[in-house]
């Protein structure tokens, strides 16, 4: 019962949050390894739906253990707001719900930061989610980061704290001509944080090696997509954690060969939030056509996402940086009656074609895709259980991906509820 990856194969909102719940049946413990409240993983159970930032997407399922683990970046208020809301829906998480200590904590000068910074940027802004995850993530690397476990000792919060605060109060009144922020209220704010998330402390570490020990099943949940990944992305239109596979063995505290498979998770057609190239994106109205009937608005900031045709070039290079072992596919049901479908197979850069998807953005954003066209379908899929009861063509619009990525879909999502998940082979094998 070993370790299985779960990664967004494109920029995020795949599907993820859907495809981790239902594979919750099949496992003992859930891990978020990376990123903050930048994610918004969607669940929908027995027709209610539910939206997660931080909590893994595991929590509906009793008795599974949900772990944050010590490469996330978290903002106690939303966390908290996030229990609250779970409470209030009768899910009961205690003793099966953990932060690593490790964890680094948004503090209320990391999303003035964010915001200050893409105002700066201006016309070049990243296009962020506003939530303080880069100026975070780069305390963190600046060894100015304040974490979990640093929060729940009093005596200890209030050294960092004092220390930290008198360097970002400097950088905000001297260079950005802002107000300096007052240490006792966020002592104040963040000490009653921690009193509330107190229970939660764990040493995650222990316990992911404690499962895998026992054989269990752990799912490692990745948040973003691989094109957003912080080294391998789009840089610098990308977000600030490695949202590869790889990112586990640093952000859980496993080594690589500890897991076991990685499940991919790719929406049937392509869809972008915030700035930064996008090859086969529709600017027309079949584009319009996509945003409206996926329902393509951020589950995080509300923000319209962009919306193109699927792009098996980008999904190539993410099926290698991940190691991707098999695929799920998800949202194909928003194609049915867009007419003829198109996939992008290669770019044309400068008039050269290529397979390749390029490292450089600068490259990257003068590809124009070159497509291969498939017949679509009428009919609603939204009900079909077994992939035999798909239409002949879009059978055929997923092998053809298959081909062209050189991984084998597992399941197929046919609409946004648990139940409707086709398993077409067993993706944990
Ligand atoms: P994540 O960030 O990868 O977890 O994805 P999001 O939750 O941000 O966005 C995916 C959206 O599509 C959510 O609103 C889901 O409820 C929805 N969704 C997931 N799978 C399907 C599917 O197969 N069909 C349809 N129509 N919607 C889906
Ligand atoms: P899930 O897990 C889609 C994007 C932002 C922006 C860039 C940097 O729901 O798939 P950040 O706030 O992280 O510094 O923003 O990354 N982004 C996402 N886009 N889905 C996400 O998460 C995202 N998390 C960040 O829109 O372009
Ligand atoms: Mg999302």
């Known amino acids: 019962m070993p370790a299985y990856v779960i990664v967004g194969m494109q920029w995020g909102d795949e599907g993820k949050g859907k495809i981790v719940d239902y594979l919750t049946s099949e496992a003992d413990v859930v891990v978020r390894h990376h990123g903050g409240n930048n994610a918004g993983h969607t669940l929908v159970v027995n027709g209610r739906k539910t939206v997660l930032h931080l909590i893994p997407s595991g929590i509906l399922h009793d008795g599974i253990e949900c772990i944050i683990g010590n490469g996330t970046v978290l903002d106690p208020a939303v966390l908290i707001q996030e229990l609250d809301s779970l409470e209030a829906v009768g899910c009961r998480f205690q003793g099966r719900f953990f932060i690593s200590d490790g964890a680094h904590l948004i503090m209320p000068y990391h999303k003035i930061f964010d915001e200050a910074q893409e105002s700066f940027r201006g016309k070049k802004k990243i296009g962020t989610t506003g939530r303080g995850i880069?100026?975070?993530?780069?305390?963190?690397?600046?060894?100015?980061?304040?974490?979990?476990?640093?929060?729940?000792?009093?005596?200890?919060f209030k050294e960092k704290l004092a220390a930290v605060l008198d360097y970002k109060n400097a950088v905000l009144t001297k260079l950005f001509g802002r107000e300096p922020l007052s240490y006792d209220a966020i002592l104040e704010q963040y000490l009653k944080y921690a009193d509330r998330l107190r229970p939660y402390l764990a040493d995650a570490v222990k316990m992911v090696h404690e499962a895998l020990e026992a054989r269990e099943r752990v799912v490692f949940e990745g948040a973003q997509g691989s094109m957003l990944d912080?080294?391998?992305?789009?840089?610098?239109?990308?977000?600030?954690?490695?949202?590869?596979?790889?990112?586990?063995?640093?952000g859980a505290g496993v080594g690589p060969k500890e897991v076991n498979g990685v499940i991919g998770i790719v929406k049937a057609y392509t869809t972008r939030v915030g700035e930064g190239p996008f090859p086969t994106e529709l600017l027309d109205g079949t584009g319009e056509l996509l945003r409206k009937r996926g329902v393509e608005f951020g589950a995080t900031t509300g923000r319209p996402r962009r919306c193109g045709w699927i792009d098996c070039v980008q999904l190539r290079r993410a099926a290698l940086l991940n190691g991707t072992t098999n695929m799920a596919i998800t949202k194909p049901d928003v194609l049915g009656t867009v007419g003829k479908l198109r996939i992008c197979t290669a770019y044309e850069i400068n008039g050269e074609r290529t397979q390749d998807f390029p490292g450089q953005v600068s490259r990257l954003q003068q590809a124009k895709p070159v497509f291969e066209e498939l017949p679509g379908w009428e009919e609603d899929i939204s009900t079909c259980t077994q992939w035999s009861q798909l239409p002949k063509s879009a059978q055929v619009y997923f092998e053809r991906i298959e081909e062209l990525i050189g991984v084998p879909i597992s399941i197929v999502s046919v609409g946004p509820g648990r139940e409707q998940t086709i398993q077409r082979r067993d993706p944990f094998s």
């Open 134 to 156: 880069g100026p975070a993530y780069a305390d963190k690397a600046d060894r100015f980061g304040i974490r979990f476990g640093d929060l729940l000792d009093t005596p200890l």
């Open 230 to 250: 912080l080294d391998h992305g789009t840089f610098p239109y990308v977000t600030s954690s490695t949202t590869l596979s790889g990112g586990v063995c640093a």
